[in-house]
């Protein structure tokens, strides 16, 4: 199962979208200001695989060395195949 979260870590809806996540045991895609959960010691226990989108994290000035070192960073067509692959996907949170 993946969950998509677009929305920052300091709103209700980013949070939400993370919480469901922890308690699946989903994958993560972050989009949008969701690449601000990539920052390193922000996602605590969640131990699922988190995939961040590339051009999010530079367009809001974020560097490798800011991100957490478990994140795939990955493009547009991985992010359609990991949609398209998946058995069920959550989101826009």
């Known amino acids: 199962m993946l ?3 677009r929305s ?5 809806e980013g ?3 993370v919480r469901i996540a922890v308690k699946a045991g989903a994958d993560i895609i972050f ?3 969701g ?3 990539a920052q390193k010691d922000i996602l ?3 131990s699922g ?3 961040v989108l590339d051009d999010d994290t530079r367009l809001r000035g974020l560097k490798d060395s800011d991100l957490n070192d478990k994140n795939r960073c990955i493009g547009y067509d991985s992010l359609v195949d990991l949609i398209t692959g998946s058995n ?4 826009m949170f």
């Open 49 to 51: 695989t988190a995939y």
């Open 44 to 46: 605590g226990e969640f």
């Open 15 to 17: 949070k939400r979208g």
């Open 31 to 33: 989009l949008q200001n």
């Open 8 to 12: 920052a870590p300091d709103t209700t």
């Open 3 to 5: 969950v998509i979260v």
């Open 88 to 91: 069920k996907v959550i989101g």
């Open 35 to 37: 690449v601000y959960f």
